[in-house]
């Protein structure tokens, strides 16, 4: 199982990105979904994840801004960015975990995508 991310870019403050990410490959099942991202000399965190029934969590600091949704037909997450600000500049992860075609369980991660907010 494999994820692709794209939707990265450069952004002003108070600008707005779109970020998605397929999952491909030997896929029975997608259980959760998620975006998390690294800052330069940080650890990776959670932005937000998003159950296969679509329940949604997210971080404090997003809350508001970001939306995480998901279209389970096409094994795609995706996450509306809004209101940008320059702390939101970092790589951004997705995530998934599920179960392949031959019932072995996943956890797998996108390549990251470079979100960068500045004027």
């Known amino acids: 199982v494999q994820l692709q991310a794209s939707g990265g870019g450069l952004v002003q403050p108070g600008g707005s990105l779109r970020l998605s990410c397929a999952a491909s490959g030997s896929i029975f099942s997608i259980n959760g979904m998620g975006w998390y991202r690294q800052a330069p000399g940080k650890q990776r965190e959670l932005v937000a994840r998003?159950?296969?029934?679509?329940?949604?969590h997210y971080a404090y600091s997003v809350k508001g801004r970001f939306t995480i949704s998901r279209d389970n037909a096409e094994n795609t997450v995706y996450l509306q960015m809004n209101s940008l600000k320059p702390e939101d500049t970092a790589v951004y992860y997705c995530?998934?975990?599920?179960?392949?075609?031959?019932?072995?369980?996943?956890?797998?991660w996108g390549q990251g995508t470079q979100v960068t907010v500045s004027s």
């Open positions: 998003i159950t296969s029934g679509g329940i949604t």
């Open positions: 995530n998934a975990d599920g179960r392949t075609s031959q019932m072995y369980p996943y956890t797998v």
